[in-house]
């Protein structure tokens, strides 16, 4: 069992730095495509043996030291009665949006086992396959309402934050209801056997320190505080927060991580005494190896060979990426942090 | 003569906060879209005294103490030989991208007296006039280029980046004229009249440091070099850059622009020794006025009433807010200052 991610997310020393990355399951993966021209996202996700099929291929390609089970952020929200269809080229559409008290107070509890029945037997699967960690995940709380408010994706999140500054008990009830949702959600893919959890805030940066102070740090220390009984490790992820990282360090999380648009150095003296993941651009692997291997190395370099590192890319692979470019990088980061363990 | 502006700019004590708002002039404005209705934008820009009174009419309205120069970020780049059109709820759109080495080779030097003779004529109608002080401006040379390459305004900038990537030394020389067309055009407008300027580099967020450091800065040091001669107060403003501000404010700036993605105390201990000017959410203008009380005082106490604090937004009027709040505001900001220099 490889558990370098597991060493490095409670700050163990490690053999060689883990690296995974977000997205690696996806359309860069030609052994992907193919599954798609016969079956969509929200099949792959019902489907146990399919889903465990696309949450390993990465490993088996790339070599990765995690598998991430394969899902959107909005798979769960059918569960509270949500209905959500994802869109090619638009990611998830709501249909009918989520604005008032009375939406909220019409949104069920939700039931893992009924409404997740698919995904959690896949996490059984993997943990019988796998010789790699499998991390779990959940949008975060802001994020999944900005869906659910904004009915897409939405690059201000103009409705949610009218919401918050004018109806903020509307906005706060909402916010609650996801972090139970969270909470139960999470908690049944670690009954099922993942062994990290990652919470992906992938909006958060459309908020200014004042807005998450009150109304989004509150919720995601409860929600941290819920999942700490569960006893494994914690990411806590948020898309251009460079300006909030010690709000959201202070949320939460054992491991925070960073996207692309900060200094990895300047970023971990704001974290302090908890791990790091991240940070190389994604759009650098669209380009020559040479480019490649020089952003790759300055990200070692500036994680100075600390213990608590995981390398990932800063945001989600992007689906023109040739997996021969993630392989490669892999090794890089493998033999990096080997030459630095024997200086 | 209101100088509260440039003393801020220069880091003197003040009677009071000086307060202006990016976009100010425009669609906010039931007086600017009445122009609106019977000329466009490009035609405002060419047409002195209808830019002066573009210009005036929120120094009227609102009693802030400065105007900034109505024109757009794309005003100069028909002087370099690219055509733009401004599509109402698109931006600007470029229909030949400059993409190749050809397509650098080919623009052409910019001569401010040919290309922006409206504009320049409308500064010297301007300072005769106004009773505040005139800022004018310029795109940064990134963010003009992202319009350049891409062909309008773009999420990610990806073309660009792969160009930076890919062909560095293409992509380089783009800037670099860029740099050229903006020392010049900005040149011009401190020749005749303009008393602050301000470089907007509104596409910056997307870059990472490593890419920052290696094609922007170099690019937006001798930019700001160019400017020291004139004598004026320059302004630095990146968008969605707060994990770049160590990297933007050692590029250049007597003030440094923040967003409201940051801590401006937090913010101001990076800067250092020049002013800020920010930051407020602009879609909080969209809320009731508690919650636009609450956070511009936020802002106030963040500055704590050292003198280098100019008030703004983190970002542009949003079409909208209502002109009564920003009125409001600022009489808010004025009077703060007032109490906190008794004090």
């Given at each position: 069992?490889?558990d370098?991610?597991?060493r490095?997310?409670?700050?163990?020393?490690v053999?060689?730095?883990?690296?995974?990355?977000?997205?690696?399951a996806?359309?860069?993966?030609?052994?992907?495509?193919?599954?798609?021209?016969?079956?969509?996202?929200?099949?792959?996700?019902?489907?146990?043996?399919?889903?465990a099929?696309?949450?390993?291929?990465?490993?088996?390609?790339?070599?990765?030291?995690?598998?991430?089970l394969?899902?959107?952020?909005?798979?769960?929200?059918?569960?509270?009665?949500?209905?959500?269809e994802?869109?090619?080229?638009?990611?998830?559409?709501?249909?009918?949006?989520?604005?008032?008290?009375?939406?909220?107070?019409?949104?069920?509890?939700?039931?893992?086992?009924?409404?997740?029945?698919?995904?959690?037997?896949?996490?059984?699967?993997?943990?019988r396959?796998?010789?790699?960690?499998l991390?779990?995940?959940?949008?975060?709380?802001?994020?999944?309402?900005s869906?659910?408010?904004?009915?897409?994706?939405?690059?201000?999140?103009?409705?949610?934050?009218?919401?918050?500054?004018a109806?903020?008990?509307?906005?706060?009830?909402?916010?609650?209801?996801?972090?139970?949702?969270?909470?139960?959600?999470?908690?049944?893919?670690?009954?099922?056997?993942?062994?990290?959890?990652?919470?992906?805030?992938?909006w958060?940066?459309?908020?200014?320190?004042?807005?998450?102070?009150?109304?989004v740090?509150?919720?995601?220390?409860?929600?941290?505080?819920?999942?700490a009984p569960?006893?494994?490790?914690?990411?806590?992820?948020?898309?251009?927060?460079?300006?909030?990282?010690?709000?959201?360090?202070?949320?939460?999380g054992?491991?925070?991580?960073?996207?692309?648009?900060?200094?990895?150095?300047?970023?971990?003296?704001?974290?302090?005494?908890?791990?790091?993941?991240?940070?190389?651009?994604?759009?650098?692997?669209?380009?020559?190896?040479?480019e490649?291997?020089?952003?790759?190395?300055?990200?070692?370099?500036?994680?100075?060979?600390?213990?608590?590192?995981?390398f990932?890319?800063?945001?989600?692979?992007?689906?023109?990426?040739d997996?021969?470019?993630?392989?490669?990088?892999?090794?890089?980061v493998?033999e990096?942090?080997?030459?630095?363990?024997?200086?």
């Open positions: 069992m490889n370098r991610l597991l490095a997310c409670r700050r163990q020393p053999d060689a730095t883990p690296v995974w990355f977000m997205r690696q996806g359309r860069s993966l030609p052994e992907y495509r193919a599954i798609r021209e016969r079956a969509t996202l929200a099949d792959i996700v019902r489907d146990a043996a399919l889903c099929e696309v949450t390993s291929q990465p490993v088996r390609r790339l070599g990765v030291d995690a598998a991430i394969f899902a959107d952020i909005t798979t769960p929200l059918p569960g509270i009665g949500v209905d959500v994802i869109v090619d080229g638009t990611g998830p559409v709501i249909a009918r949006p989520v604005r008032t008290a009375a939406d909220v107070a019409a949104l069920r509890g939700f039931d893992p086992e009924a409404s997740a029945a698919g995904l959690l037997e896949a996490v059984r699967l993997l943990r396959e796998l010789d790699v960690p991390i779990g995940f959940a949008g975060a709380p802001f994020t999944l309402a869906y659910l408010v904004e009915g897409r994706g939405s690059r201000d999140a103009g409705a949610l934050k009218r919401l918050l500054h109806e903020p008990e509307v906005a706060g009830s909402l916010l609650d209801a996801l972090v139970d949702m969270s909470v139960s959600y999470l908690r049944a893919q670690v009954q099922a056997g993942v062994q990290v959890v990652q919470l992906f805030d992938s958060i940066g459309v908020l200014g320190p004042f807005d998450y102070a009150r109304h740090a509150p919720r995601m220390r409860r929600l941290f505080e819920a999942l569960l006893g494994v490790p914690t990411v806590h992820f948020g898309t251009g927060g460079a300006g909030l990282l010690p709000l959201i360090t202070d949320a939460g054992d491991v925070i991580g960073l996207d692309w648009r900060v200094d990895l150095r300047d970023a971990w003296q704001v974290v302090g005494d908890r791990a790091v993941q991240g940070n190389l651009d994604p759009s650098v692997l669209l380009g020559g190896w040479a490649i291997e020089a952003q790759a190395r300055w990200v070692l370099e500036r994680a100075g060979g600390r213990p608590g590192h995981v990932n890319l800063g945001h989600g692979v992007l689906p023109a990426t997996p021969d470019r993630l392989r490669r990088l892999v090794d890089l493998h990096h942090a080997a030459v630095e363990a024997r200086a």
